[in-house]
C-alpha cells in the first residue's frame, strides 16, 4: 500500500516537473523565436528605413539640382539688359513660372543688377509681386540664399528658399507608418520635419552623435539605435527607442552638409510583430496546455489502469499461492482463460490429473471434458460472463487420457477490465472423484433407505442425536396430534404432550447412547377412540436417529382378552385337576376292590364263553385303571404337587430296563430298535429314574405303537457337562411311523389329545401320555421337541438335567447346597465385581442350579419364583442385575422387565433374560420389553462371568 502510494506520488511528480518543464520550454522557445522575429523585423525596418532615407534625400538633391539649373538658365535671360527696371516685365512670365514651379521650395527670387535690386513673389492667392527694394540687402544666410552670377553681366539671381518647408514637403511623400519620425542634419543640428516638428527630438548618446556626425560628414550613410524624445502636452518628455537612418547629401550651392534623417520607434514595430505573434502564442500556449492536459488525463488514467492492474495480480498471486498450496494437498491443477475464453496455459500437474501432457490439454481441453457436462459448463460460463461474476464454480467429469473418467471440481476467479470487458481468468480444477462416488453412493442409499420407508405403514420420524425432528415418512396422518411437517425442526418433547413426552425423549437418547432399540408405548385420545402406539427408537446413522411407530390398538385389545381368557382357563384348569386329581382317587378304590373281585371270578369254574367276557372285563379294568393313574399323575403336576425323587443310580442300566419292557413288542411287529448311548456320558448320574422312565416309556412306546410291522425305531442319547457336576442329558427317539400332521404337533403337549385318525392304536390311548411326558421334561429342566412328516415318521428330543455322581447314592434336595459349598471358590469374581443380583425363576431345580452357580462365582442370590415377585423385589432393595427366566407363572419375564425399567429404581438394573427358546422373535421380544441382554438354556458359566463383567463395563 504504501509502495503504491510511493509510486503514484513519484509518477504524479515527474508528470508535473514534464509539464513545467515543457510550459518554460515553450516559454523559452517564444522568447527565443518572439526575439529573433523581432530582431529580424528590426533589421528589415532598418533596411527599409535607410532605403527610404536613400530614396528622399536623392529626390530632394536631384530637385534642388533641378532648380539650380533653371537657375542658371534664368540667370542667362537677364543679361543683355542693363537695368532690372524695365526688363522685369518681359522677365515676369518667366519669373512668374519659375515661382510657381518652384513654389515649394523658393518664396523670394531677386534679382540683382549692381544696386538695384528687384524681388518677385508669388502671394497665396497667386498674385505675382515685383518690388524694387530701395535699400541695399546683404543675402549672407547660407542656408537660406541660393546665388546664381551670370558670367557675361553683373547679374545676380538670388533664390529665397525655405529648406524647412522643401525637406518636410518631399520627405512627406515616404510614409514611415505609426511611430515613424522625420529629421534632417544641418550642421550640427539635427531638425524635426513635418508635423512632429515642435514636438520631437533626436537624443542620440553623444558618441552615437558624434559617430553619426562624422558618417554624414564624412558623405557616409548609416543606420543606428538611438532615442527620440516626445513631447507630451503637460511638457513631460517620453523617450522612445527608435531606428534611426541618415542619408547625406550637398545642396549646391547652399554650404555645408546635408541628411535626411528618418528614424523608427521600435516599439511600435515590434507592438506590431507582438500583436500577431501574441495571438501564435496563445494559440500555441492553449494546444500545450490541452496536450498537458491530455496528457495528465491519460497518464491518470494509465495509471489507474495500473493500480487495477496491479491488484489484480496481487490477487492472482494470492489466489496462485493458495491454490499452490491446496493443490499440494489435492489432486489438482490450475489453469488460465485469455480475453477469448480459449485455456492458455495450464501448470504442469495437469499430466498427474489427467495423464495428458500440458501441450495435450492446451489443444485439445474441450473435447476431454464429458459432452453433456460441457454443454451446461458453457451455458453456466456464458451467464457468468454476462452478469459478470467475479467467481465461478462449477464440476464436470473428465475423461483422462487413459479412458478412465473422473469427477472434478473446478473454482474459477474471473476479471475484466474498467469497461467491464472480460480480460482474463484463474481457475483450479481438483480431483474429487472419490468424494463424487461416495455422495453418490450416499445418494443411492439415502434414496434406498427413503423408498423402503415410504413404503412402510408405519409412521416414521428422523431425529438428530438430541431428539429434534429432521424428516418424516408417514403414509396417513391419522395417529398423529398434529400435521408432520410442522414438527420439523422442533424438539420432541415439544410436539409429543407429557408425560409422555419426556418417555420419548428419554427412550430416544437411551438408544443414541447404547445403540439398542428402544420401545415405548403411548395412549392416544384421538376423536376415533383410544388408541395405542408402540414407538421403537433406534440409531439410523452416527447423526441421527430414527424411530418407527405402529398402532398397536389391535394388539393390545387382543392381548388384554387373551389374558383374561388364559386366566380364567387357568382357574378352569386347576379346578379341574383337582377334581380329575379327586375323582380318579376315588374311582381308583373301587376299581381296585372290582378288579379284586374279577382276579377271584376267574379262578371259578366258567364255561369258555364266560371266561372270554371276564377277560373283556379284566382288561378293560385294568387299562382303566392305567389311565386313571394318568389322570392322577397329570393332574398332580398341574396342581404343581409333584416333586423329583433324586437318586444316583447307573445310568446305562436304567435305560436298558425300559427299552427291554418293548422287547417283547419289538419282536411281535418284526420292528428294529436300537439304542446308541454316547460313551462320553457318566456311569453315575443322579436324577428322578423314575419319571425319566416314564417320559421314555410314553415317548418309545408311542413310537413303538405308530410304527407299523417292519419299521425302525431308535433311541440316541447323548449329553455334556455343564459346569463342574452338573450334566445335560439329550434324548432323540426316531421312528419310521406315521407321522404325525404339521397342525397338530404343537397341541399334543395338551392333555386328552390325539391327531384323530380313530385308529385301533389311538383309541387305545387317552391322549395324556405326550401330556404328563412334557410337563415331567420341564419338571426335570428340560424342554421337549417334535418333529414329523406323515408317512416318513416322528422325532422326538427333549433334554434333561442330572448331576453326575461317583457312586450309588440317595440324594435328598437339600443336597444340591452340599456341593455348592465345595465349589464356589472355583471363579470366585464377586470380589472384583460385586454385585446384588436377584434371580427370578420358577423351575425349582434350575433355580437351585443358578443359585449353586452363582455362589460358585462368589454371589449369594435372591430368588424368586414369579414375575410379580420380582417387581417387589425391585421395590424392596437396590438390585444391580436380574437374572429373569421368560417363562413364569402369573407375571411373565418380560412384562416383568417391562414394569421394573418403567419403575425409578429399575431404570439401570441390566435384566438379563434366560430362555430356552433362541428365536429371533424372542430375543427382540426380549429387548423391546426392556431387557437388556440374554441367555439360552441351558446356562453356562463361563457366560453368566461374561455378562457380569459385561455390566460392570468390562469386555471379556
Ligand atoms: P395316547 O395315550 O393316546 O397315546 P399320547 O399323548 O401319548 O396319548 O399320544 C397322543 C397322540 O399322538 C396319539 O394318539 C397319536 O395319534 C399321536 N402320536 C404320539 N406319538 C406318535 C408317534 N410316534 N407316531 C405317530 N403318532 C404319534
Known amino acids: 500500500m504504501f509502495m503504491r502510494n510511493r509510486d503514484n506520488f513519484k509518477r504524479f511528480h515527474v508528470l508535473t516537473l514534464m509539464s513545467v518543464a515543457s510550459i518554460i520550454l515553450i516559454f523559452s522557445l517564444g522568447y527565443l523565436f518572439y526575439n529573433t522575429l523581432s530582431k529580424n523585423l528590426l533589421g528589415s525596418s532598418r533596411q527599409f528605413l535607410a532605403k527610404q532615407v536613400e530614396i528622399a534625400s536623392n529626390e530632394v538633391q536631384r530637385r534642388f539640382n533641378t532648380l539650380y539649373e533653371?537657375?542658371?538658365?534664368?540667370?542667362?535671360?537677364?543679361?543683355?539688359?542693363?537695368?532690372?527696371?524695365?526688363?522685369?516685365?518681359?522677365?515676369?512670365?518667366?519669373?512668374?513660372?519659375?515661382?510657381?514651379?518652384?513654389g515649394d521650395l523658393v518664396d523670394t527670387l531677386f534679382v540683382k543688377r549692381g544696386e538695384e535690386i528687384w524681388a518677385f513673389n508669388l502671394k497665396d492667392n497667386n498674385y505675382f509681386e515685383q518690388i524694387k527694394i530701395d535699400q541695399p540687402k546683404s543675402f549672407n544666410d547660407p542656408k537660406r540664399f541660393i546665388k546664381v552670377q551670370s558670367h557675361l553681366d553683373p547679374i545676380t539671381v538670388i533664390a529665397s528658399v525655405n529648406l524647412d518647408g522643401f525637406l518636410g514637403h518631399y520627405t512627406s511623400n515616404h510614409y514611415l507608418g505609426d511611430g515613424g519620425y522625420k529629421f534632417y542634419l544641418?550642421?550640427?543640428?539635427?531638425?524635426?520635419?513635418?508635423?512632429?516638428?515642435?514636438?520631437?527630438?533626436?537624443?542620440?548618446?553623444?558618441?552615437l552623435w558624434k559617430e553619426m556626425q562624422n558618417e554624414y560628414l564624412g558623405g557616409l550613410r548609416g543606420v543606428y539605435e538611438g532615442d527620440i524624445l516626445k513631447y507630451q502636452q503637460d511638457g513631460t518628455a517620453a523617450r522612445l527607442k527608435a531606428i534611426v537612418a541618415q542619408y547625406p547629401f550637398n545642396l549646391f550651392p547652399l554650404e555645408g552638409k546635408f541628411a535626411i534623417v528618418f528614424a523608427q520607434d521600435q516599439s511600435i514595430i515590434i507592438s506590431r510583430l507582438y500583436n500577431t505573434y501574441f495571438l501564435l502564442f496563445v494559440g500555441l500556449f492553449t494546444l500545450l496546455i490541452l496536450v498537458i492536459y491530455l496528457l495528465i488525463k491519460h497518464g491518470i488514467s494509465i495509471d489507474e489502469r495500473h493500480i487495477a492492474l496491479e491488484k489484480q495480480s496481487q490477487q492472482i498471486n494470492r489466489l496462485f499461492e493458495q491454490q499452490t498450496m491446496l493443490l499440494q494437498e489435492t489432486n489438482g491443477f490450475v489453469y488460465y482463460h485469455d480475453a477469448s475464453g480459449k485455456v492458455s496455459n495450464v501448470s504442469e500437474n495437469v499430466t498427474n490429473v489427467l495423464g495428458f501432457t500440458k501441450e495435450e490439454f492446451l489443444e485439445n481441453n474441450k473435447s476431454q471434458v464429458v459432452e453433456k457436462d460441457l454443454q451446461k459448463l458453457q451455458?453456466?460460463?456464458?451467464?457468468?460472463?454476462?452478469?459478470?461474476?467475479?467467481?465461478?464454480?462449477?464440476?464436470?467429469?473428465?475423461?483422462?487420457?487413459?479412458?478412465?473418467?473422473?469427477?472434478?471440481?473446478?473454482?474459477?476467479?474471473?476479471?475484466?477490465?474498467?469497461?467491464?470487458?472480460?480480460?482474463?481468468?484463474?481457475?483450479?480444477?481438483?480431483?474429487?472423484?472419490?468424494?463424487?462416488?461416495?455422495?453418490?453412493?450416499?445418494?443411492?442409499?439415502?434414496?434406498?433407505?427413503?423408498?423402503?420407508?415410504?413404503?412402510?405403514?408405519?409412521?416414521i420420524f428422523i431425529y438428530d442425536n438430541q431428539g429434534v425432528y429432521l424428516d418424516y415418512y408417514v403414509q396417513e396422518s391419522d395417529m398423529l396430534i398434529s400435521p408432520p411437517e410442522l414438527s420439523l425442526g422442533k424438539h420432541i418433547r415439544d410436539i409429543i404432550p407429557p408425560p409422555y413426552g419426556e418417555k420419548m425423549e428419554s427412550a430416544l437418547l437411551r438408544a443414541a447412547k447404547t445403540g439398542k432399540v428402544q420401545t415405548e408405548q403411548m395412549t392416544l385420545d384421538l376423536p376415533s377412540g383410544k388408541k395405542f402406539l408402540e414407538i421403537r427408537f433406534f440409531k439410523l446413522d452416527e447423526e441421527r436417529m430414527i424411530s418407527v411407530g405402529r398402532?398397536?390398538?389391535?394388539?393390545?385389545?387382543?392381548?388384554?382378552?387373551?389374558?383374561?381368557?388364559?386366566?380364567?382357563?387357568?382357574?378352569?384348569?386347576?379346578?379341574?385337576?383337582?377334581?380329575?386329581?379327586?375323582?380318579?382317587?376315588?374311582?381308583?378304590?373301587?376299581?381296585?376292590?372290582?378288579?379284586?373281585?374279577?382276579?377271584?371270578?376267574?379262578?371259578?369254574?366258567?364255561?369258555?364263553e364266560q371266561q372270554s367276557i371276564v377277560k373283556v372285563i379284566k382288561d378293560s379294568g385294568e387299562s382303566l385303571l392305567v389311565i386313571i393313574k394318568d389322570i392322577l399323575d397329570y393332574s398332580k403336576i398341574e396342581e404343581g404337587k409333584l416333586e423329583l425323587e433324586l437318586s444316583s443310580s447307573k445310568f446305562r442300566e436304567e435305560l436298558n430296563k425300559v427299552i427291554n419292557i418293548f422287547s417283547g413288542m419289538v419282536v411281535g411287529k418284526e420292528l428294529s430298535l436300537n439304542l446308541d448311548i454316547a460313551p462320553t456320558i457318566p456311569q453315575w448320574l443322579i436324577l428322578d429314574n423314575e419319571k425319566l422312565s416314564q417320559i421314555l416309556f410314553n415317548i418309545i412306546g408311542n413310537a413303538v405303537k405308530f410304527t407299523p410291522k417292519g419299521g425302525d425305531v431308535s433311541i440316541k442319547v447323548s449329553g455334556e457337562p455343564i459346569l463342574d457336576k452338573n450334566f445335560m442329558l439329550y434324548f432323540n427317539v426316531k421312528d419310521t411311523g406315521v407321522g404325525i400332521p404339521k397342525s397338530k404337533i404343537d397341541q399334543l403337549i395338551?392333555?386328552?389329545?390325539?391327531?384323530?385318525?380313530?385308529?385301533?392304536?389311538?383309541?387305545?390311548?387317552?391322549?395324556?401320555?405326550?401330556?404328563?411326558?412334557?410337563?415331567?421334561?420341564?419338571?426335570?429342566?428340560?424342554?421337549?421337541?417334535?418333529?414329523?412328516?406323515?408317512?416318513?415318521?416322528?422325532?422326538?428330543?427333549?433334554?434333561?438335567?442330572?448331576?453326575?455322581?461317583?457312586?450309588?447314592?440317595?440324594?435328598?434336595?437339600?443336597?444340591?447346597?452340599?456341593?455348592?459349598?465345595?465349589?464356589?471358590?472355583?471363579?470366585?469374581?464377586?470380589?472384583?465385581?460385586?454385585?446384588?443380583?436377584?434371580?427370578?425363576?420358577?423351575?425349582?431345580?434350575?433355580?437351585?442350579?443358578?443359585?449353586?452357580?452363582?455362589?460358585?462365582?462368589?454371589?449369594?442370590?435372591?430368588?424368586?419364583?414369579?414375575?410379580?415377585?420380582?417387581?417387589?423385589a425391585v421395590q424392596k432393595k437396590r438390585y444391580d442385575m436380574i437374572f429373569m427366566d421368560y417363562q413364569m407363572p402369573v407375571m411373565d419375564g418380560l412384562e416383568a422387565s417391562r414394569e421394573i425399567k418403567k419403575m425409578k429404581e429399575g431404570k439401570y438394573i441390566r435384566i438379563i433374560g434366560l430362555s430356552a427358546n433362541v428365536f429371533k422373535e424372542d430375543i427382540e421380544r426380549a429387548y423391546e420389553a426392556g431387557m437388556d441382554d440374554y441367555l439360552t438354556k441351558p446356562i453356562k458359566i463361563q457366560d453368566v462371568v461374561m455378562k457380569i463383567k459385561e455390566s460392570s463395563g468390562m469386555s471379556v
Not at 542658371?72 to 519659375?98: F, H, N, P
Not at 387305545?764 to 401320555?769: A, D, M
Not at 414329523?788 to 455322581?805: D, H, L, P, Q, W
Open 379 to 459: 451455458e453456466k460460463a456464458k451467464k457468468a460472463l454476462d452478469e459478470k461474476w467475479d467467481y465461478l464454480s462449477f464440476e464436470v467429469s473428465f475423461l483422462k487420457k487413459d479412458g478412465a473418467i473422473i469427477r472434478t471440481k473446478n473454482f474459477e476467479r474471473l476479471f475484466y477490465d474498467q469497461e467491464g470487458k472480460f480480460v482474463s481468468s484463474v481457475g483450479i480444477c481438483t480431483d474429487i472423484t472419490e468424494k463424487y462416488l461416495a455422495e453418490r453412493e450416499l445418494i443411492k442409499s439415502e434414496n434406498r433407505l427413503r423408498s423402503v420407508l415410504n413404503s412402510l405403514p408405519d409412521i
Open 551 to 608: 398402532d398397536v390398538t389391535e394388539q393390545k385389545l387382543w392381548e388384554k382378552g387373551l389374558k383374561e381368557a388364559k386366566e380364567v382357563a387357568e382357574g378352569a384348569n386347576r379346578a379341574k385337576s383337582e377334581f380329575l386329581a379327586s375323582m380318579s382317587h376315588e374311582i381308583r378304590t373301587p376299581m381296585n376292590g372290582l378288579l379284586g373281585m374279577i382276579g377271584l371270578l376267574e379262578h371259578t369254574k366258567m364255561d369258555d
Open 186 to 207: 544641418y550642421g550640427e543640428n539635427a531638425y524635426p520635419l513635418g508635423e512632429n516638428e515642435r514636438t520631437v527630438e533626436l537624443s542620440l548618446s553623444p558618441a
Open 750 to 872: 395338551n392333555p386328552f389329545t390325539q391327531t384323530g385318525r380313530g385308529t385301533a392304536e389311538e383309541k387305545s390311548g387317552s391322549g395324556l401320555g405326550l401330556a404328563i411326558a412334557n410337563k415331567l421334561i420341564e419338571l426335570m429342566g428340560g424342554s421337549l421337541q417334535i418333529e414329523s412328516e406323515v408317512g416318513k415318521g416322528s422325532e422326538f428330543s427333549f433334554t434333561v438335567f442330572a448331576r453326575i455322581s461317583d457312586s450309588e447314592e440317595k440324594v435328598g434336595k437339600d443336597d444340591y447346597e452340599k456341593y455348592a459349598k465345595e465349589e464356589y471358590k472355583l471363579s470366585h469374581i464377586s470380589d472384583k465385581f460385586p454385585k446384588e443380583i436377584l434371580l427370578a425363576e420358577d423351575n425349582d431345580i434350575n433355580l437351585k442350579f443358578m443359585k449353586l452357580l452363582m455362589k460358585q462365582l462368589g454371589y449369594s442370590v435372591d430368588t424368586v419364583s414369579t414375575g410379580e415377585e420380582a417387581v417387589k
Open 70 to 102: 533653371d537657375l542658371t538658365y534664368y540667370t542667362t535671360r537677364w543679361e543683355g539688359y542693363d537695368e532690372v527696371s524695365g526688363a522685369e516685365k518681359i522677365q515676369s512670365s518667366r519669373t512668374r513660372q519659375l515661382l510657381n514651379s518652384y
